[in-house]
């Protein structure tokens, strides 16, 4: 029973939104609602898609994927409302932010007991799942896990205390044990030996060495039929169409068993995916690698009866070991073909495998399971009355973060046609006769892969993502291994090698195309411009390409990390920056040259960048060391940002210039401030950075803001008595970039304590 517990919410994907953690949330909550009728069970469902879904009244709010803010009011309207213990189903594809750490923004909010159900437990995460896993164990009351094996990597791989965790078997529907013959006329098999394979389709799956079996398996068994029922996975399907299930129907008819095989294309509800269970002679899952913890179609077939064919991954070994059903190696069609005909021969071996499958399953069924959890409910109501939480949903202001404007990209997409970003704009009007330059367009490329990186995405910020990558292609010469820079209104390039800068803009886009990318043909490009544009970096004389070519060679080595050259290059321009600032720098002036002049805190940020990833501390302690004289120097006497002015910069000794203040000033702080927030921990870099950002807002000598919440906008600069009223691509650029990064911070701030490492 559940006993002081009234309230349960129940947090993951939810029907009608068609995967399996929706399925397994919409039966679990199901199933508590039936077995205890007193008890409220309300969801809150988490949307991959603008609008959300047609969802059942029980759904009471509803999480944006890709947004913080919203996990932040859910956890708000959780508290508020009084539940009693929330319900989470966690895996890392639904949620939003690096290894879906969006929903630890959450968790870190709600001030009930948290029963987290872990749908993965990886043996070998990466760096940042890890990351989530050890957050997710600490603020999670109890864990669920399904197998032995998950509970075995908790405890090895994460050091969860066992005393935390609860096995709860994966659900499934009650089903009376009978002989398929009864449920094969329905689908005109009568007669006919069946297989089965169910779920949403995808290339993890391995429905090929399936399909591979069949022409061995009808030699024995000619009247054999293969139904793959289930539609191709919404996710696979928005990327790459149904270009899977196509190639399965082209290689079974290859094969020549397309008179054997039956694709059912569709989500079928319980009632009618239990009558293809009960009509199924053996269930084949032959998945193509061993990690994955829980499998639910196995649960619904093994718990069904039914005899089943796997390959051994960890789900399958445990529960289809003491002759519960036959394992067979991965990817090995003949191994899967010599398995079914000899089940299909050894009749009585078939049947004492279906009944040991279903003894098991008896205490998988939902009312059991239902139990179980509301035990485990229970515990949590106990363990976390003892830990005692003391968040607040009320929160003054300094315990808010600091509200930001809603992103807009009118203004962006104004200023960009078929060919590029447009360098100029007359108000708000592009400004044709002064074209376009590969300086900009590299810049509104790294905006559009941090907004995607964000989870902001629209199918026009897409196409002129590729138009900006598009000119960076046909900027570059590839019998210079450079990049030109200017181009006319009339595609017309005016220069025929563009300055160092211009080459580091494009190199620092370029390697975060490489890195961040979703689309596989954006990245080969990248690679193919990246490799050939990189070697002329080492000749470069300007600091600031210096920079600019780091962090785009960070980037790039994140996803290719085995480049020799490109690491090379960056021991060589880390070494002539360190050198520069040795030369440079006193007592008084701790800085790379001898004025301060424009995107100075770029110097700093390759420094510490640099430093932190390749584990050279005197290279992040001058990083850092120069960023604080930046600030400091860049700080005004009520304590705004005041960037060096543009009229005459700042000479040692002579005296700094005040105005014109440049947008690209406070974005290069900005992003600087975060990459030392991200290399110390040191909050003194958060409140800088948005010292910097507010500067946009109207935080500044004359108060008042470039950024313009009409158009999208930014201002071209801050003369000594107004506002340049023209909004070119650089101002905006600035402004949207300050912003994502901003936006990015305050996710990691909200889903993370300390700043995650690398």
């Known amino acids: 029973m559940i006993s002081e517990i009234r309230k349960t919410a129940f947090v993951g994907d939810y029907l009608p939104r068609k995967c399996g953690i929706a399925t397994f949330t919409t039966d679990l909550r199901c199933a508590v609602a039936a077995e205890f009728p007193s008890h409220q069970c309300l969801v809150v469902p988490v ?46 594809g639904i949620f939003g932010g690096p290894a879906g750490s969006h929903v630890l923004a959450l968790l870190r909010e709600l001030r009930m007991p948290i029963v987290t159900t872990l749908h993965t437990v990886l043996r070998d995460p990466n760096a940042e799942q890890r990351r989530v896993m050890r957050d997710l164990i600490r603020l999670s009351t109890r864990l669920v896990v399904m197998s032995e094996t998950g509970r075995g990597f908790l405890r090895d791989v994460y050091q969860a205390p066992a005393a935390k965790m609860d096995i709860i078997p994966h659900g499934i529907p009650e089903m009376p044990f009978a002989d398929p013959n009864y449920f094969k006329d329905e689908f005109g098999v009568a007669g006919k030996q069946v297989l089965l394979t169910f779920g949403l389709l995808s290339p993890n799956k391995g429905l090929e060495y399936a399909l591979r079996a069949l022409p061995d398996i009808i030699r024995d068994f000619p009247d054999i039929v293969y139904i793959i029922l289930g539609q191709t996975h919404p996710a696979l399907l928005r990327a790459e169409g149904e270009a899977y299930r196509l190639s399965l129907e082209r290689l079974a008819k290859d094969l020549g068993v397309q008179k054997q095989v039956v694709f059912f294309n569709r989500f079928v509800e319980l009632e009618e995916l239990m009558r293809f269970i009960g009509a199924a002679d053996i269930y084949l899952t032959p998945y193509l690698t061993e990690a994955q913890i829980t499998s639910g179609t196995l649960a619904y077939a093994f718990g069904a009866g039914n005899a089943v064919v796997s390959t051994p991954y960890w789900h399958a070994a445990e529960l289809l070991a003491a002759e519960r059903g036959k394992l067979v190696p991965f990817r090995d069609a003949k191994a899967i073909a010599a398995a079914a005909v000899e089940l299909l021969r050894d009749e009585p071996r078939r049947h004492t495998m279906r009944k040991n499958a279903y003894r098991l399953g008896r205490e998988m069924v939902w009312s059991r ?20 939480r003391k968040s607040s949903p009320i929160k003054t202001l300094d315990e808010q973060p600091g509200q930001l404007p809603e992103l807009k990209l009118d203004h962006l997409f104004r200023m960009s046609d078929s060919t590029g970003i447009f360098q100029h704009a007359s ?87 490489v890195a961040q990318a979703g689309q596989a043909s954006f990245q080969m490009l990248a690679v193919e411009l990246f490799e050939q544009g990189l070697p002329v970096a080492a000749g470069f004389t300007s600091p600031r390409a210096w920079a600019f070519t780091l962090i785009g060679i960070d980037e790039y080595l994140r996803r290719l990390s085995g480049d020799r050259r490109a690491s090379q290059i960056r021991e060589s321009l880390t070494t002539k920056l360190m050198q520069r600032y040795t030369d440079a720098a006193r007592d008084d002036w701790e800085w790379f040259e001898d004025s301060v002049s424009y995107t100075n805190a770029k110097l700093s940020h390759a420094l510490i960048l640099s430093g932190r990833c390749m584990d050279n501390e005197a290279m992040l302690a001058r990083g850092l060391t120069s960023l604080r004289w930046l600030v400091r120097i860049q700080t005004s006497e009520t304590g705004s940002f005041r960037p060096i002015g543009s009229n005459g910069f700042y000479p040692r000794g002579q005296k700094r210039a005040l105005f014109d203040q440049q947008p690209i000033e406070a974005q290069a702080t900005v992003s600087a401030c975060i990459e030392a927030y991200h290399a110390t921990g040191d909050r003194f870099w958060v409140a800088e950075a948005r010292r910097a950002f507010e500067w946009f807002l109207g935080r500044n000598d004359l108060g008042m803001a470039l950024y313009d919440p009409g158009t999208g906008g930014c201002r071209d600069g801050l003369h000594v008595d107004r506002l340049s009223q023209n909004q070119g691509a650089e101002s905006t650029l600035a402004f949207l970039l300050a912003l994502a990064e901003e936006q990015a911070l305050q996710n990691t701030l909200a889903t993370f304590k300390e700043p995650p490492g690398e």
């Open 427 to 513: 108000f708000t009007v592009p400004n044709f006769g002064e074209g376009y330059c590969t300086d900009d367009n590299a810049r509104a490329l790294v905006l559009a892969l941090m907004l995607q990186k964000l989870g902001v995405g629209s199918p026009q910020l897409g196409a002129h993502a590729a138009t900006y990558a598009a000119f960076l292609n046909h900027a570059f010469d590839r019998q210079r291994g450079r990049f030109r820079n200017f181009m006319s209104f009339d595609r017309r390039w005016l220069d025929e090698i563009g300055s160092e800068d211009c080459q580091g803009h494009a190199l620092w886009a370029l390697g975060l195309c």
């Open 47 to 92: 949307n991959d898609v603008a609008g959300g879904y047609d969802y059942p009244a029980e759904v009471r709010f509803e999480i944006a994927e890709q947004d913080v803010p919203s996990y932040l009011r859910a956890a708000d309207f959780l508290n508020i409302t009084d539940v009693d213990v929330v319900c989470l189903q966690h895996e890392f």
């Open 369 to 388: 399971v239902a139990q179980l959890y509301a035990k485990s409910f229970e515990q949590a109501r106990q363990d976390h009355s003892f830990v005692g």
